[in-house]
DNA sequence: CTGAAGACCTGCCTGC
DNA sequence: TGCAGGCAGGTCTTCA
């Protein structure tokens, strides 16, 4: 399910419905999803302080207790991962894994179908030294991800650009729908060798990578009561791509089919009369 | 070192 | 209707 903007839209329907409330108890129905899970009983007591995202990662970040010092839940997604807030009496769905009761009556439920999310638990003061986030590379809406970065990043390199936009290590958040749109409205073609670019056009690439994840992220924003709702039907999928799933269609601008490949095992799509 | 392919899981859609 | 096959928004590990 989630590239940077539906978990930057989980994140901001999470927010308020989780500051200040207190974890009352965790119920586990699985002790692990893609890893064990942390020991979610530590949690108990604490209060939520506020819901964060690093890359496409969720930081629910605790006060401290007794001599417990502050702590982070950190929570991957995985492709099917989802958070609903739910009453308490509200009965156990299909792949729900864990259930955070809360002291407004209210949970906190986790639901994963293919169980590719993961979860971890840091003291807050440690959270930077973490392993999962020392890999990763900037934020692509900061001022730490531009031209001097990205084409350090693609120098020498063969892979294709593609390849080297959903690297997490180069830049965060682009996932694989993302990734397609955005070489589409740069006008590269996937396959492109990263170090074959000139700067002129990475700098396009750089632009419209913001643009589309801030478009994206816009637009999930009307629909969070959509997701934070029992039935949690998401209301985001919404987005009108112009190549992502359009194969065979006519591209909008040159009308020329969009064709479908596949790179690194993933699906990309791309229109042969717009991208070079 | 780089890049490609496989692995992890389940559900849903398509076509025979 | 039933069933096999392909596909799915992520990331880590293994192999050439």
Same mark, same amino acid.
């Given at each position: 399910?989630?590239? +940077?903007?539906?978990?930057?839209?989980?994140r901001?329907?999470?927010e308020?419905?989780l500051?200040?409330?207190q974890?009352?108890? *965790?119920?586990c129905?699985?002790?692990?999803?893609?890893?064990?899970?942390?020991?979610?009983?530590? +949690?108990?007591?604490?209060?939520? $302080?506020g819901v964060?995202?690093?890359s496409?990662?969720l930081? @629910?970040? %605790?006060?401290g207790f007794?001599?417990?010092l502050?702590q982070?839940?950190?929570?991957?997604?995985?492709?099917t991962?989802? %958070?609903?807030? +739910?009453p308490q009496?509200?009965?156990i769905?299909?792949?729900?894994?864990?259930? %955070?009761?809360?002291?407004?009556?209210?949970?906190l439920?986790y639901?994963?179908?293919?169980?590719?999310?993961?979860a971890?638990?840091?003291q807050?003061e440690e959270?930077?030294?973490h392993?999962? /986030?020392?890999v990763?590379g900037?934020?692509p809406?900061?001022?730490? @991800?531009n031209?001097?970065?990205? #084409?350090e990043a693609?120098?020498?390199r063969?892979a294709?650009?593609?390849?080297?936009?959903?690297?997490?290590s180069? *830049? !965060?958040? *682009?996932?694989?729908?993302?990734?397609?749109?955005s070489?589409f409205?740069?006008g590269?073609h996937?396959t492109?060798a990263?170090?074959?670019i000139s700067?002129r056009?990475?700098?396009?690439? !750089?632009?419209v990578?913001?643009?589309?994840?801030s478009?994206?992220?816009? #637009?999930g924003?009307?629909t969070?009561s959509? /997701?934070v709702h029992a039935d949690? $039907?998401?209301?985001?999928?919404a987005?009108? %791509?112009?190549?992502?799933?359009?194969q065979?269609?006519g591209c +909008?601008?040159?009308s020329?089919a969009?064709?479908?490949?596949?790179? #690194?095992g993933?699906s990309?799509f791309?229109?042969s009369?717009?991208?070079?």
């Amino acid at each position: 399910m989630p590239e +940077l903007p539906e978990v930057e839209t989980v994140r901001s329907g999470l927010e308020p419905l989780l500051s200040g409330r207190q974890i009352r108890s *965790v119920i586990c129905h699985r002790s692990s999803l893609r890893y064990p899970l942390p020991d979610l009983s530590l +949690l108990t007591d604490l209060t939520v $302080k506020g819901v964060r995202r690093r890359s496409k990662y969720l930081l @629910f970040d %605790f006060d401290g207790f007794n001599s417990l010092l502050a702590q982070t839940l950190v929570w991957h997604l995985g492709m099917t991962g989802q %958070f609903h807030v +739910l009453p308490q009496q509200a009965k156990i769905g299909a792949h729900e894994h864990v259930c %955070f009761n809360l002291n407004d009556g209210q949970s906190l439920r986790y639901r994963d179908a293919r169980r590719f999310g993961y979860a971890g638990l840091s003291q807050t003061e440690e959270l930077e030294e973490h392993a999962w /986030f020392t890999v990763l590379g900037p934020e692509p809406l900061t001022d730490d @991800f531009n031209l001097a970065h990205l #084409a350090e990043a693609c120098a020498g390199r063969k892979a294709p650009i593609k390849n080297v936009i959903m690297d997490a290590s180069i *830049v !965060v958040g *682009v996932g694989n729908i993302y990734a397609s749109e955005s070489l589409f409205r740069a006008g590269i073609h996937p396959t492109r060798a990263a170090g074959k670019i000139s700067a002129r056009r990475l700098a396009l690439l !750089v632009n419209v990578i913001r643009q589309v994840l801030s478009e994206a992220i816009a #637009a999930g924003g009307s629909t969070i009561s959509d /997701f934070v709702h029992a039935d949690g $039907k998401p209301g985001y999928f919404a987005h009108s %791509f112009q190549v992502y799933g359009r194969q065979g269609e006519g591209c +909008l601008h040159c009308s020329k089919a969009i064709k479908r490949i596949i790179q #690194a095992g993933r699906s990309s799509f791309y229109c042969s009369g717009c991208q070079h």
